[in-house]
């Protein structure tokens, strides 16, 4: 278990900026995941970590010492690629042991290794074959095997799961958390698909254009997202812009409509116009005759519509709702609840946490 701190690090392929002045710190056996589009400079993080990528400037530590001037095979680095190829001549066994053998260790040694460590990705019984006879995910869950079997002090995942289906995928998603805290090793996941970030990580740094623009909890994250990259990254989203009315406890945001909004989110001083977020699940809908809202001891946030469109999903209906203040989503329970019709006109009422303020403007 080891902490991993990345200071102040860039890095220029001729005039693309791939990263731009990251800082980060991975803690002692933390599951992080690295977020964010195509591009945004993840991989080339990990590389840097790893030492295929040397930065134009900043440090990356290992437990507190440089290892800049460190070459990658001495850095007790695990790494695990979409298409890590396993070497399909080699037996399961021989692949996993290749790590030890090149470090010349005693064979009795490799063999107590090598079992255990198809212990704890449940191929025990599998060493014999070749990776050719074995399905997509236990092909890596071999490569994963691969990776830890050298006990490396730090875990390095650059989409790992990417080309398998989507059941096997989120099947290994539970299997790599759950070897992940076993082996109590400080792991870096390398995604741009937000559920998988979700599902894994203890803590997420979301990246846009060679910066990271956020880190968090992925609760964090999704309540309280800071711009609105961030808030679109990690699910659908409502937004809206208003200016200041009041600021306080309870602010209250007037949009260009004339509606009032209120936010329990704190304003900076002087701001005066703001965009704002509001998660579609958040939203209660009702049919405009329904009367008192759910939650009737607290101030609510409320606006009137008419349904545009209702798209029926099974566990929810997902609405469309034209507001003076724009078109607006609700996701709705599926609780067995009349279905709106197009047309139909209804009363939105949500929370004032539920409005959140974004530190920058729309784009
Ligand atoms: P991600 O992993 O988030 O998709 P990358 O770190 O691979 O992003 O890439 C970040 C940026 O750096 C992209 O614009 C990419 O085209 C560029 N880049 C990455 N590797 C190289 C390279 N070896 N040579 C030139 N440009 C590169
Ligand atoms: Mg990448």
Known sequence: MSSVDIRSVSKLYGDVVA???????????????????????????????AGFVEPNSGQILIEGSDISRIPTHKRDIGMVFQNYALFPHMSVYDNIAFPLSVRRMASAEIKSRVTQILDLVQLAGYGGRRPRELSGGQQQRIALARALVSRPRVLLLDEPLGALD????????????????EVGITTILVT?????????????????????????????????PKSAFAAEFFGATNFLSGAVESAGDLAVIRLRDGTKLMTTDRLGPRVNEVALTIRPEKILISGSNAGKDEVDDQPMNAIGGNVVRSVYMGASVTYKVATAAGELTVFQQNRETRLLQAGEAVRLTWLPHHTIVLAAPIA
Do not use: C, W
């Open 19 to 49: 990263l731009e002045d990251v800082t980060l710190r991975f803690g002692e056996g933390e599951f992080f995941g690295l977020l964010g589009p195509s591009g945004s400079g993840k991989t080339t993080l990990l590389r840097s970590i």
């Open 192 to 224: 741009h698909d937000q559920e998988e970030a979700m599902t894994l990580s203890d803590r997420i740094a979301v990246f846009q254009k060679g910066k990271v623009v956020q880190v968090g909890r992925p609760d964090e994250l999704y309540e309280r």
């Open 166 to 181: 989507k059941n096997l995928r989120s099947q290994m998603q539970i299997e790599l958390r759950q070897i992940q805290r």
